[in-house]
């Protein structure tokens, strides 16, 4: 129902947008990034495996992906702020959990495997993304790369901080507790996002003025975006969308892989644990920089190009990290790797709403997370015992190499596809 109370000349799509990154930043820059440096102390201090440990990951990954299709019907029926909400609550108490009962493996599965992911999908990039779209549309890939910065941002301050955490109060518990108290922030903040803009009165970008001068722009508008909205039943059937489910795995696997091992991966390399740290710190780093000017640019060049350019540099430098070869070249590397991961966080979402919709984006995106989630759950339990089984990670990172070359040619066979309504007129 809109609220025909609040009608004001003031857009609220950029204040929105500043809560939303405030919210990114601190949820997932602050908690998720942060976690890569609290899971290596903590198994080593309990004496478990790392292939028992990561069931936790790969399972919240897939309770991630299993709950997203019920993520996309609660944010179509109660919108995005609900959804932040709920998630954020959930979060926030499984973080004080961690912090305070923890003491068996069965208990962090439970935590970080089963609660925790209801958190991260009601609270996370689903009904975020989902709330940039509904606000913006000429400069909707521009908007979705200034939030997705917070987690870069959140991340680069994350590792140290937490490492530091660590060595200075010399409990891993600590740090679960200080995450906590970021997402209790971030729940505070998620009451005051506003819905969907014609609640308010308002209209995506602003002004209709701004709206027609938008749509006078589209006809010359090099980066194609859907006058209709697509079905699921319908996008399912074009091979775009497998695509970019390609793509999206390529992009996940192998941070989901250097999230949960790559400390341990740097610390088996020879490197100390504040380096370990620093490197993963500057890869999150580089992933802050690249989501804003990538998504600037995602709105003047078809962002299949784009991704096809940036999953060449993640293959490259994902080679290098692999093997660790001297800190100054894995300095280069990592900022670098995650330039690459940044820009393809922001283009894939942008390539869904631009070929399929904005008004069908939740339910496409709810079809697609699954998918993408479980094959990218299983990475950090398979790496964790192959690693407990051979020794190394050698061919964690060889199998995943090969799929990031896949991704590439799917970035370059990713065209817009075409709707039978489209053909029909």
């Known amino acids: 129902m809109t609220d025909v109370s609040v009608h004001s000349s003031k857009f609220y799509g950029w204040g929105n947008l500043r809560l939303l990154f405030a919210i990114y930043f601190l949820s997932m820059g602050m908690v998720f990034y942060g976690f890569n440096v609290i899971f290596p102390e ?20 897939i309770l991630i992906g299993i709950s997203a299709p019920l993520v996309a019907v609660f944010i179509n029926r109660y919108g995005t702020r609900r959804s932040m909400v709920l998630g954020l609550s959930i979060l926030t108490g499984g973080l004080f959990l961690l912090g ?42 521009m908007a979705l790369g200034i939030v997705m910065t917070a987690a870069g941002v959140g991340g680069f301050i994350a590792q140290p901080l937490q490492a530091w955490v660590i060595e200075e109060f010399g409990r891993w518990q600590f740090s679960w507790l200080v995450a906590g108290g970021f997402s209790l922030i971030a729940t505070l903040l998620a009451f005051m996002v ?22 006078s722009k589209q006809g010359s508008s090099k980066v194609h975006q859907s006058q209709i909205a697509w079905t699921l039943k319908d996008a399912i059937r074009t091979p775009v969308l497998w695509f970019i489910v390609i793509i999206l795995i390529a992009q996940i696997m192998p941070l989901y892989m250097l999230s949960v091992h790559g400390v341990f991966h740097l610390r088996d390399s020879g490197y100390e644990r504040m380096q370990a740290a620093s490197i993963v710190s500057f890869l999150i780093a580089g992933s802050a920089v690249a989501r804003f000017p990538i998504g600037w640019l995602g709105d003047r060049i078809e962002p299949r190009y784009i991704v096809t350019v940036l999953h060449i540099a993640l293959l490259a430098t994902f080679l290098i990290l692999w093997k660790a070869p001297n800190l100054t070249l894995m300095i280069i590397a990592a900022p670098i790797f995650g330039f690459a991961f940044g820009g393809g966080v922001v283009m894939a979402p942008s390539m869904v709403a631009n070929y399929f919709g904005v008004e069908s984006f939740a339910t496409i995106n709810g079809f697609i997370f699954p998918v993408q989630i479980i094959f990218a759950s299983a990475v950090p339990v398979g790496a964790g015992y192959l690693v407990d089984q051979t020794g190394s990670y050698d061919w964690a990172f060889i199998a995943l190499s090969l799929f990031i070359v896949a991704s590439i040619t799917c970035a370059m066979l990713a065209k ?5 309504q489209t053909v029909a007129t």
């Open 42 to 61: 903590m198994i080593t201090d309990m004496g478990w495996s790392r292939g028992d440990a990561s069931w936790a990951q790969s399972l919240r990954g």
């Open 100 to 141: 305070t009962v923890t003491s068996q493996l069965w208990q962090w599965i439970a935590l970080w495997g089963f609660l925790m992911p209801l958190g991260f999908a009601f609270g996370g990039v689903l009904p975020i993304q989902t709330n940039v779209s509904y606000w913006f549309n000429a400069k909707r890939s």
């Open 194 to 215: 506003k819905g969907k803009p014609e609640e308010y009165g308002q209209i995506p970008d602003g002004t209709h003025e701004q709206v027609q001068l938008n749509n």
């Open 416 to 420: 817009p596809p075409v709707s039978k």
